[in-house]
């Protein structure tokens, strides 16, 4: 490929695009050119810790004769992969309304196996059943890919041993638990010549011998020898690799990280719009003075001095230790209680 530089200029003048250099099911390798090194950063950690999948995450055990105990046995059904194609449709726990889980928030899967023969027998991601009773017909289906179409290995059987259990999956992110990474691993590279100068090559004897180019570097030229150095020069092309776990199509992990990314943007404009509003337009708790509260009281709420206890929960009031009646006392997270009083500042 030629390097022209009045093509780099024309480029950048479009202002950002992305070139795909391959793609298949597992993985994506792509060129982002003319963007910000911070934002494509944020992408990539957004892709790996915030993009939600499906795993199991709750085992109801009525029967394991195995020699896997119980927790172990828990972990390896959690690390499975689930399909989690179309997952807008599965709300998270923590959004539903039922108790524990429900047809909205979960996905049933069973598995019950016995061993009757005289040799081992393998139990294998196939053997789980998916309850029908789902948001749709693909959505937490374990992931297969071997040709034998077994899928991952969960145990092992000897004669008379047997394993009876209901798995609950759920969604969640990489941030709560690593078994809801949507990718096992994300490129990330930028200046392959490093023509910035931004890594500092250590080496023994030749620093081109004992640091070999990346493929990327096909796609971009070194600088030339006596070339001057350009110390305001920022990286423009970003190149990326993302490699999926088998949940989701990697172009779709790209595609969710890029909403998320989205969506927390959202969220801070919302934020600041508020702040510019008043300040706690979207908060309607008591405050302390220094962050727009009543007259008085502690850092962490309440008004009025008592001769109880100072807590983060209000100042203290005339009753308890725990605070009192008087203005900004005893009223705790969880609302009045035997602890305290029914101040009117403090926590509510």
């Known amino acids: 490929m030629d390097y022209d530089p009045m093509m780099m200029e024309d480029d950048q003048a479009l202002g950002p695009s992305v070139k795909i250099h391959e793609a298949d099911h597992d993985s994506v390798h792509f060129e982002a050119s003319n963007v910000e090194l911070h934002l494509m950063n944020s992408l990539r950690r957004v ?8 795993a199991i995450d709750l085992i109801e055990v009525d029967e394991n004769s195995s020699t896997m105990a119980d927790e172990v046995l828990s972990q390896r059904l959690g690390l499975i992969p689930l399909n989690s194609v179309e997952l807008d449709s599965v709300l998270y726990s923590r959004d539903c309304d039922c108790e524990q889980y429900c047809e909205n928030c979960s996905v049933k899967l069973t598995l019950h196996v016995k061993c009757t023969s005289d040799e081992h027998m393998n139990v294998y991601a196939r053997d789980l059943i998916v309850d029908p009773k789902r948001p749709n017909q693909t959505i937490g289906t374990p992931v297969i890919t071997d ?8 145990c092992k059987l000897n004669k008379g041993q047997e394993i009876d259990l209901a798995c609950i999956a759920k969604k969640g992110i990489a941030k709560e638990h690593a078994k809801w990474m949507a990718t096992t691993a994300v490129g990330f590279e930028y200046d392959p010549h490093n023509n910035l100068r931004h890594t500092d090559l250590w080496y023994e004897k030749n620093a081109k011998e004992e640091w070999p180019l990346s493929s990327n570097a096909k796609f971009e030229e070194p600088k030339g020898e006596g070339e001057p150095f350009d110390y305001d020069a ?15 199509p990697p172009d779709q992990i790209v595609a969710e990280g ?65 605070g009192g009646a008087g203005a900004g006392g005893g009223t705790t997270p969880y609302g009045t209680t035997p ?7 403090g926590w509510n």
Do not use: C, F
């Not at 892709?47 to 499906?54: F, G, N």
């Open 47 to 54: 892709m790996i810790a915030e993009v939600p999948t499906l």
């Open 147 to 154: 040709p034998e179409g077994n899928g991952i290995l969960i």
């Open 234 to 248: 920022v990286p423009t092309r970003i190149y990326m690799r993302v490699e999926s776990t088998g949940q989701m």
């Open 258 to 322: 890029i909403k998320v990314l989205q969506q927390k943007l959202a969220g801070l404009i919302h934020a600041l719009t508020d702040d510019d509003q008043g300040g706690d337009a979207g908060y309607g708790g008591g405050q302390s003075p220094e962050y727009g509260g009543g007259d008085g009281g502690s850092a962490w709420g309440g008004g009025a001095a008592g001769d109880g206890y100072t807590t983060p929960y209000g100042n203290g009031g005339n009753q308890s230790a725990w």
């Open 339 to 345: 602890y305290g009083g029914s101040g009117q500042g």
